[in-house]
């Protein structure tokens, strides 16, 4: 049994190996391209527009919420990284309904590529908005003892960003997997509608933690002074 899309190999030439992983990564953005040249061929301001054009604004809106809900800023400046990362991890999860379809979350090195984008995004966002001193006091506070501690604690959540993924995603693959062999009929189907509804759960967590650890890193303090002083 094929645990990850990593051991599915399609082609190999010496160091190079076209795995799941690779050609379903690409089946997905090719995907969202195809969606993205659909929904933006024809743009209208009318109330006469698309399906797909419909479907992308009614999407971007909800993220676009979600982001000032969190930030309580504007969300322009955040809502390319944070809408690609979203609907990636939520097509990749929801196309495993497609016989034949391994989910590219399903691989370490996805989840792991994903967090990082994350964990660089994290310093890039706050330094376009606090500057690079102004971000750095946040490792020295409230005493420079706590600068380790503050960088583990940042890597720590990166990789805790990619193994809940990767295992959330590959472990209901492998259910889904066993229980088509043990039980070929009607129970592996509710288990993959099952599957679909939480693979989209996950994509949504992933998002928001990634809004959440984005968020922290680029709050200013007067903005945190001032939001303090509303609540008293």
């Not at 997905?28 to 399906?51: F, H, K, N």
Request: aromatic content about 16%; charged content about 15%.
């Amino acid at each position: 049994m094929k645990v990850t899309p990593d051991n599915i190999i399609y082609w190999q030439k010496g160091f190079f190996v076209l795995n799941a992983t690779i050609v379903f990564t690409w089946i997905v953005m090719g995907l969202l391209l195809l969606v993205s040249w659909l929904a933006t061929r024809t743009l209208r301001t009318d109330p006469r527009i698309s399906y797909w054009q419909n479907f992308l604004e009614s999407i971007f809106q909800y993220i676009r919420n979600q982001i000032r809900e969190v930030l309580r800023d504007e969300p322009s400046r955040y809502l390319p990284f944070l809408g690609t990362l979203f609907l990636f991890i939520s097509l990749s999860n929801f196309l495993t309904f497609v016989p034949g379809y391994q989910p590219p979350t399903g691989s370490l090195s996805t989840t792991g590529a994903l967090a990082v984008c994350v964990f660089f995004a994290v310093p890039l966002y706050g330094i376009m908005r606090k500057g690079v001193p102004g971000y750095l006091k946040h490792y020295f506070q409230p005493t420079w003892f706590m600068f380790p501690f503050h960088v583990i604690s940042e890597i720590s959540r990166t990789l805790a960003l990619a193994i809940r993924l990767f295992g959330n995603i590959m472990s209901g693959t492998l259910i889904a997997a066993i229980l088509i062999s043990v039980v070929p009929l009607f129970l592996p189907v509710v288990m993959q509608a099952f599957g679909l509804l939480i693979g989209q759960i996950h994509a949504y967590i992933f998002a928001v933690l990634a809004l959440v650890y984005i968020a922290s890193g680029s709050r200013t303090e007067g903005k945190q002074e001032r939001r303090e002083g509303d609540e008293g």
